[in-house]
């Protein structure tokens, strides 16, 4: 039977209980018979029982992202679109090749990227630049220091969008104000590849309609017909680093003011979002704000923490030591 391909569209669903009528229906796509092609694509084996599990082990220990039964389809959407172009037709062996203790982790580190879903955008929640700028910088007076000297962490950067938007929020912020920028950003994420993407900082117009035209104009270069790159002062103010949350204790920095961490949560288990939720406690300054994606963590209390009732943000502020 001939076959043809297509690039799966991906958008933040909810891996753990979702059915993602995008990815299903996208796989569809990818395995629709077509006519008038001169090429085909092997078939795959089947995947049992038994392996899949094998599989959801792997994937929910290595990043702890849960693949549920019903989202069998994107995982095996994902490796077998990563598997013919290795030209790999067997789950097993593939299994295989990603757990060889010599060369498995350079090919884990493409199926990871794979793996996860980085959709983003600029300006995604407007939300948190007032919330930063009511509830932290005016309640702790910070205008009157006339330099602003916070250290930012966005956590699961994805392809830099939401690391960007701060920046340029916050070189704004301070123009506007006349005080000296001092700001600065680590941003993490576990796909080298996304990574690679946001430090570039090179974007097409299309997914920079979000972001009002004066910051466009002001904080971004024009480099051609359809693309902006961010201004290298507000790049360099944004480091970029490879951090896997099953490994959140090894992140060798402490003491942010902020940290921001959307859109990721959804990805992980209930124990694993407590779990990361009292270690971005712990790297928070005291007066810090930790702040995620409107409902992905309820119930969620911490002896140092206290919750933050702004519009439609969820936001906790450390309030002890
Ligand atoms: C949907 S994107 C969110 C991007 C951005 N925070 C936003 O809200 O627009 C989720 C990101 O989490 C990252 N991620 C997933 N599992 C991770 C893990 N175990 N460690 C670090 N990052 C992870 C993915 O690679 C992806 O880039």
């Not at 004066?214 to 360099?236: A, Q, R, S, V």
């Amino acid at each position: 039977m001939l076959y043809n391909s297509v690039d799966l569209v991906m958008t933040d669903i909810d891996p753990i209980n979702g059915t993602d009528t995008d990815i299903d229906s996208s796989l569809k796509r990818v395995t629709a018979p077509v006519s008038n092609t001169s090429w085909h694509l092997e078939e795959m084996s089947e995947m049992g029982e038994a392996l899949f599990c094998k599989w959801v082990e792997l994937v929910e220990l290595r990043t702890g992202i849960r693949i549920s039964e019903m989202r069998k389809s994107f995982l095996l959407s994902k490796l077998s679109i990563r598997m013919r172009e290795i030209k790999i037709d067997d789950y097993q062996q593939y299994f295989d090749v990603v757990n060889d203790k010599r060369c498995g982790q350079v090919e884990w580190e493409t199926l990871v990227d794979r793996l996860t879903v980085h959709e983003t955008r600029f300006w995604r929640d407007e939300s948190i630049f007032q919330l930063i700028e009511k509830e932290y910088i005016e309640k702790n007076n910070l205008l009157n220091n006339n330099r602003l000297d916070l250290q930012v962490w966005s956590v699961g950067c994805a392809t830099g969008e939401e690391p960007y938007s701060l920046a340029v929020w916050f070189e704004h912020y301070c123009t506007m104000n006349n005080i000296d920028n001092r700001q600065g950003i680590h941003a993490t994420d576990i796909s080298l590849a996304a990574l690679a993407t946001a430090r570039e900082g090179l974007y097409p117009q299309s997914r920079l309609t979000n972001i009002p035209e004066h910051y466009l104009n002001y904080y971004f270069t024009k480099k051609n017909k359809d693309k902006y790159k961010i201004n290298d002062n507000l790049k360099e103010r944004v480091c970029f680093t490879k951090l896997n949350l099953m490994d959140v204790d090894s992140f060798p920095f402490s003491d942010f003011d902020i940290i921001v961490c959307q859109n990721v949560m959804i990805y992980f288990d209930q124990e694993l979002r407590i779990k990361l939720l009292n270690a971005f406690a712990d790297y928070l300054k005291v007066g810090g704000i930790l702040i995620l994606g409107a409902g992905e963590m309820l119930g969620w209390n911490h002896p140092k923490m206290e919750s933050l009732n702004f519009q439609s943000t969820l936001a906790f502020q450390r309030a002890y030591e």
